[in-house]
């Protein structure tokens, strides 16, 4: 079933590639697509559970949906995340 979640925190390509990277470790999780524009994460997940799983990867990576907390400290996550993005897009 194809979810869409709106997520803070994404700035630009490198949080987009880092978040495909860290969902797809998900078994079950299919068509990762990260829109920059609306900072919409949408994938296919066979399983209610699946979706809450993602929630919390993103969450532990540093973008929590929107209308959870968004501390300091994921706020520093996304940043770092964000720049392993960026350098294994160069690579």
Do not use: W
């Not at 797809?24 to 829109?35: A, M, R």
């Not at 296919?44 to 799983?53: F, Y």
């Not at 919390?56 to 300091?72: F, I, Q, R």
Request: glycine share 8%; proline share 1%.
């Amino acid at each position: 079933m194809k979810n869409i979640l709106q997520i803070v925190n994404l700035k630009c390509g490198g949080c987009a590639n880092s978040i495909k990277k860290g969902l797809l470790t998900i078994e079950g999780i299919d068509n990762i697509d990260v829109n920059l524009e609306t900072s919409e994460v949408s994938f296919d997940a066979v399983s209610d559970e699946l979706v809450i799983k993602v929630k919390e990867k993103l969450t532990h990576m540093g973008y929590p949906e929107v209308g959870d907390a968004n501390t300091l400290i994921h706020k520093a996550k996304s940043f770092v995340s964000c720049a392993t993005g960026r350098m294994s897009s160069e690579e």
